[in-house]
């Protein structure tokens, strides 16, 4: 029912930007947490970018805090990652994602779990030392 689809990955070199796009469809007023998402071959999916509808956040991860802005056009029920200064280790797969209940937002927090109800394909960002 619901369908979550990134854009506007590709390959840049360090220091550039992009802005990556997440349209959502379906029963998206159910949505309580939303974000932003990435993971590496060999390791573990990360929080990158996260807030709720309930006026929390956005918040980020320390890697990408002063580069990285997520926002939300409840309008047009599209998530945004506005990513400046790309580094090579922002190299991954971005995937946003959502969830309608008892999700955090605290991406930050040890033990967070990327285990939210709905996801988007990925769209890879590849930067280029």
């Known amino acids: 029912q619901v369908h979550m689809v990134e854009s506007g990955g590709g390959s840049v070199q360090v220091g550039g930007s992009l802005r990556l796009s997440c349209a959502a469809s379906?029963?998206?007023?159910?949505?309580?947490?939303m974000g932003w998402f990435r993971q590496t071959p060999g390791k573990e999916r990360e929080g990158v970018a996260a807030l709720d509808r309930f006026g929390g956040g956005p918040n980020y991860a320390d890697s990408v805090k002063g580069r990285f802005y997520m926002s939300r056009d409840a309008a047009t029920n599209t998530l945004y990652l506005q990513m400046d200064n790309l580094q090579p280790e922002d190299t991954a797969m971005y995937y946003c994602?959502?969830?309608?209940?008892?999700?955090?937002?605290?991406?930050?927090?040890?033990?967070?779990?990327?285990?939210?109800?709905?996801w988007g394909q990925g769209t890879q960002v590849t930067v280029s030392a």
């Open positions: 379906g029963d998206t007023y159910r949505f309580a947490c």
């Open positions: 994602a959502a969830d309608t209940w008892q999700c955090s937002i605290d991406i930050q927090t040890p033990g967070f779990r990327p285990d939210w109800r709905f």
